[in-house]
């Protein structure tokens, strides 16, 4: 999820807090990771085969470590609320999870001058 501040990414994660996007699901490593970054949750969604193998080299923060229990993602949609757990294949029981609540659109930011709406652009391509 540090990539939600550079480059192409961060252009991306803009896009998504501008249209209310809680959850961002993504593979490739093999672990269950979550990370919140402006609000939004960068999930890496584990793996029900191989184990992560290369220790520290994902370069996951120590205080959030990543889980390396072979498991998979349970989703389940409430009209109230959207849960995410990761579930351990073993034991068929949850060994992390969070929730959403359903996102409410605000009312657009409207810049009253054109010196906000320039610092507003030089604060995003300071990212």
């Avoid at 269950?32 to 184990?51: E, K, L, R, W």
């Avoid at 949850?94 to 409410?104: M, R």
């Amino acid at each position: 999820a540090r990539a939600a501040k550079v480059g192409e990414q961060a252009q991306v994660h803009s896009i998504m807090r501008e249209n209310g996007v809680q959850v961002f699901m993504h593979g490739h490593d093999h672990v269950f990771y979550d990370q919140v970054v402006d609000g939004i949750h960068y999930t890496s969604c584990g793996t029900t085969g191989a184990p992560w193998m290369f220790g520290a080299e994902g370069g996951y923060p120590e205080d959030r470590p990543a889980i390396n229990i072979t498991g998979h993602i349970r989703i389940d949609v409430e009209p109230t609320r959207l849960s995410v757990n990761y579930v351990n294949v073993a034991t068929g029981f949850p060994v992390f999870g969070y929730h959403v609540k359903p996102y409410k659109k605000t009312k657009p930011k409207v810049l009253e001058t054109f010196n906000e709406y320039k610092e507003e652009q030089n604060e995003f391509h300071r990212l």
